[in-house]
Antibody, heavy 119, light 107 residues
Framework: QVQLVQSGAEVKKPGASVKVSCKAS????????INWVRQATGQGLEWMGW????????DYAQKFQGRVTMTRNISISTAYMELSGLRSEDTAVYYC????????????WGQGTLVTVSS | DIQMTQSPSSLSASVGDRVTITCRAS??????LNWYQQKPGKAPNLLIY???SLQSGVASRFSGSGSGTDFTLTISSLQPEDSATYYC?????????FGQGTRVEVK
């Protein structure tokens, strides 16, 4: 079955960077975009950007421009999201989600990765 | 950016009730509107895409309607397992944006 499996929880200090991985299985990795969405505790969903695994092209939300980098390793069907200059407000669960091109909806989602930023 | 506003923010209803959640876009988005269900501690799950298309495997009591700026998600007969938060998402133009969510409690 189609599945996205993310890396484990991270604890980082303010100013540091974090890199979260998202391994795809059950479909051809290069056929669908990978989106990243985050959710602070008790809050709503915030889209961060997408990456086309075939071309490597990206589109980042303006809020994260300059701080986020989305990459991939096609040989292992894995996408990555790196966020730099971490601050306490970046504490959240980060999700990857496959983007369905015709409707730009997200299905499925990874299980989520909790990133905690604390001194 | 396109703003998405859901109402109500929360609701409580009984098993078997018909429940309707509304989502309004700050500009016309045609039918580029998707709905997700999220249970506590879990990732969101796609319910409805393109305003009214039921995602494979989703129970038929869920339905969506609308176009332009106004959309609804309807649960025709609420079940205990429908207790969750529901989000709309516009897929008309980036940045893709979500509504603030509607928490549904089953009495």
């Amino acid at each position: 079955q189609v599945q996205l499996v993310q890396s484990g929880a991270e604890v980082k200090k303010p100013g540091a960077s974090v890199k979260v991985s998202c391994k795809a299985s059950g479909y051809t990795f290069t056929t669908y975009d990978i989106n990243w969405v985050r959710q602070a505790t008790g809050q709503g969903l915030e889209w961060m950007g997408w990456m086309n695994p075939n071309s490597g092209n990206t589109d980042y939300a303006q809020k994260f421009q300059g701080r986020v980098t989305m990459t991939r390793n096609i040989s292992i069907s894995t996408a990555y999201m790196e966020l730099s200059g971490l601050r306490s407000e970046d504490t959240a669960v980060y999700y990857c989600a496959r983007g369905l091109a015709t409707d730009n909806c997200f299905d499925p989602w990874g299980q989520g990765t909790l990133v905690t930023v604390s001194s | 950016d396109i703003q998405m506003t859901q109402s109500p923010s929360s609701l409580s209803a009984s098993v078997g009730d018909r429940v309707t959640i509304t989502c309004r876009a700050s500009q016309s988005i045609s039918r580029y509107l998707n709905w997700y269900q999220q249970k506590p501690g879990k990732a969101p799950n796609l319910l409805i895409y393109a305003a009214s298309s039921l995602q494979s495997g989703v129970a038929s009591r869920f339905s969506g309607s609308g176009s332009g700026t106004d959309f609804t998600l309807t649960i025709s007969s609420l079940q205990p397992e429908d207790s969750a938060t529901y989000y709309c998402q516009q897929s008309y133009s980036t940045p893709w944006t979500f509504g603030q969510g509607t928490r549904v409690e089953v009495k």
